[in-house]
């Protein structure tokens, strides 16, 4: 059930600009309305690709590095091979968000698939003239509310799967799993699903890590089953520095109900607030609470560094 005061942790602000962005597609950078790929796609049809999302600062990929390590990774282990190294992908993003005018408030959406198929069967060697990569960056800016009134989440029965089935680490196009999650929270009245792994154990939500405070002290989830993100490892390594306890660890939705705060990471809206989970508040106060608001400032600063040595790199 969508209600009118339903959102998600990828709301962004209304920006008309967005009507009229140019894509890279395959080489080309071509107007919205002409980014097209082919029927026979295998990220199209079978959902055979990768992904990331990167967002841009003051001319700057956050975290470009490590955007590119599990980027790399994920092709490696599903013998996709780019064609292309980081510098070539850096080069893609740039003239991109270039073509748009772009220096910061923008977010990437980089996706590169086996490629076109020679028939409309699943065995990887039908895709045979490379791959297929496609780069849209929109002005994009997290909407207020999802500061200020934060994330309800609903606990769903679609759990987060194991390695052997398919590796959650994946940024793969195949994210059914994860709109199935979705689709259940939203019937159930909430914004996001809070998905559980295997064992019953607290994971992630249908789209972001999640993370939970008690008594001052910061908890997530093992990472057996969770996506492999960016922000999550930034948060848990800003802990680490700045005398935050931290724990990677098995909790139950017990431990969760009971939490003085949670929030989730993610690159898009990089901490946001929990305000419920299964209809339960958590906290005190409506939006961020103390702890959230002190790892925002030390992830906003490490952002803001990290641009910085970019910008002396290429100097």
Not at 6 to 22: E, M
Not at 155 to 178: A, E, I, W, Y
Not at 252 to 270: I, V
Not at 295 to 315: C, W
Request: hydrophobic share 40%.
């Amino acid at each position: 059930m969508i209600t009118a005061n339903s959102h998600s942790t990828h709301d962004a602000q209304a920006d008309l600009r967005n009507d009229a962005i140019k894509i890279y597609v395959d080489g080309d950078i071509v107007p919205k309305d002409q980014a097209k790929v082919s029927v026979y796609d295998s990220g199209f049809m079978l959902g055979d690709g990768m992904w990331e999302g990167m967002r841009l600062y003051d001319g700057e990929w956050a975290f470009f590095d490590e955007h590119m390590d599990r980027l790399l990774s994920a092709c490696k282990a599903v013998s996709l091979d780019i064609g292309l190294d980081r510098d070539g992908i850096r080069d893609i993003l740039d003239r991109t968000a270039t073509a748009n005018g772009m220096i910061g408030d923008a977010h990437c959406r980089l996706m590169i698939t086996r490629g076109r198929k020679a028939k409309p069967f699943q065995h990887p060697q039908l895709s045979q003239w490379g791959p297929t990569i496609v780069a849209i960056v929109e002005h994009s800016t997290p909407a207020d509310s999802l500061q200020s009134r934060g994330i309800r989440l609903a606990t769903v029965p679609q759990v987060r799967g194991l390695p052997h089935s398919q590796d959650p680490k994946f940024n793969s196009h195949s994210k059914l799993n994860c709109v199935i999650a979705c689709l259940q929270a939203e019937q159930a009245g909430a914004d996001e699903g809070l998905m559980l792994d295997p064992h019953g154990f607290v994971n992630t939500t249908n789209a972001c890590n999640f993370f939970i405070v008690r008594k001052g002290a910061v908890w997530t989830s093992t990472g057996d089953y969770c996506m492999n993100g960016i922000t999550r490892q930034k948060v848990i390594d800003l802990c680490r520095a700045n005398d935050i306890p931290v724990f990677e660890r098995n909790y139950s939705l017990y431990d969760a109900y009971g939490a003085d705060e949670a929030f989730l990471t993610g690159t898009f809206g990089a901490q946001t607030p929990v305000a419920e989970i299964d209809g339960k508040t958590i906290g005190d106060a409506q939006g961020a609470g103390p702890t959230t608001l002190r790892i925002r400032a030390l992830y906003k600063d490490l952002i803001a560094r990290n641009v910085a040595e970019q910008k002396a790199q290429r100097a």
